[in-house]
């Protein structure tokens, strides 16, 4: 379990983070989210022991993470952009890696050649993108790690590549119980892996809860009411457009609950779906216009 508690972080002044608090359980996928500057690459710095943080706690499985080596040995850490010795390939990171984390699975290296299919001993440096990250994957992968934590991993990464490496990533969740923690901006992508989802909004958590949790506690309803009838009180409406007499309302609450309320309306028309996690993300961080502003900015 990786637990933060009330930490905070400033870098000159500024408070990269405030306070922040999330759990991620053992064996969860857990996807971290949040626009450009929320803090999410900092706390993951912090999980991964590289930086200190100035107030609280950063724990796994109740051990504090900075200056441990012992606990640092059981994370595996994918950065957005990864780095290994300038002239070093594959294999020469392999020996590497053997003498640093003492689980290393060399049998499993040799057995995860036939994924990656990567010449071992070029330079890492002289690939490209996306097979600097299929190294780092494959290396990561054979840490036999307890906690996984990836930041924006597979940008880079054909479709084909993708599902290949989160089936590893899920088959060890489920064998072997691994914690996985990714950020990543992909909220599609999350939504097909991840368990549980925090949203992170000025390096403070806006809500965390399971997929499940989330999805079930707010609907998208399509609603066309006769001529005057006003929506029933009670309501905790999000956000509201207005097309025609179609009405298309974003509901925070049990959607059982919110479809027997509109019923009594005598709609016309009325039809609900769930959210998408992307439509989740914009919505709990303002309202639907919040995409169009942040591309403004």
């Known amino acids: 379990m990786i637990e933060v508690k009330n930490v905070t972080k400033r870098f000159d ?18 996807g971290l989210v949040g626009p450009n500057g929320s803090g999410k ?4 710095r912090h999980i991964t022991g590289i930086f200190r943080q100035d107030a609280g706690e950063v724990l796994v499985d109740g051990q504090p993470v900075y200056e441990n080596p012992a606990v640092k040995a059981r994370i595996a850490y994918i950065p957005d952009d990864v780095f290994y010795f300038p002239q070093a390939g594959v294999r020469d ?5 053997k003498g640093i984390y003492p689980r290393f699975d060399a049998g499993r290296y040799e057995k995860l050649k036939e994924v990656f299919q990567l010449d071992e001993r070029q330079p890492i440096r002289r690939m490209s993108k996306g097979m600097q990250k ?9 840490q036999m790690a307890d906690v996984v934590v990836l930041d924006e991993p597979v940008d880079g990464l054909d479709p084909v590549m993708r ?113 998408s996690l992307e439509e989740i993300f914009i ?15």
């Open 13 to 30: 002044g500024f408070a990269a983070l405030r306070d922040l608090t999330m759990t991620v359980p053992t064996g969860a996928v857990y």
């Open 134 to 142: 299929q190294a780092a994957f494959w290396l990561a992968m054979c």
């Open 163 to 275: 599902r290949q490496i989160w089936g590893l990533l899920m088959a060890d969740a489920a064998e072997r119980g691994l914690t996985v923690l990714v950020s990543s901006h992909n909220l599609r992508e999350l939504e097909d892996v991840c368990d549980h989802v925090g949203i992170l909004d000025h390096g403070h958590l806006l809500l965390e809860r399971s997929l499940s949790e989330l999805q079930e506690n707010i609907t998208k309803v399509q609603i066309a009411l006769p001529d005057g009838r006003p929506l029933p009180e009670g309501l905790k409406l999000v956000h509201e457009t207005v097309t025609g007499r179609l009405r298309t309302l974003i509901v925070r609450g049990d959607p059982d609950e919110t479809l027997q309320k509109l019923q009594e309306c005598e709609p016309l028309f009325l039809d609900a779906v769930p959210l």
């Open 93 to 97: 990171m392999m020996q590497y890696y």
């Open 283 to 297: 919505y709990e961080l303002g309202g639907a216009d919040y995409a169009v502003k942040d591309i403004l900015l």
């Open 41 to 44: 690459s900092t706390i993951i």
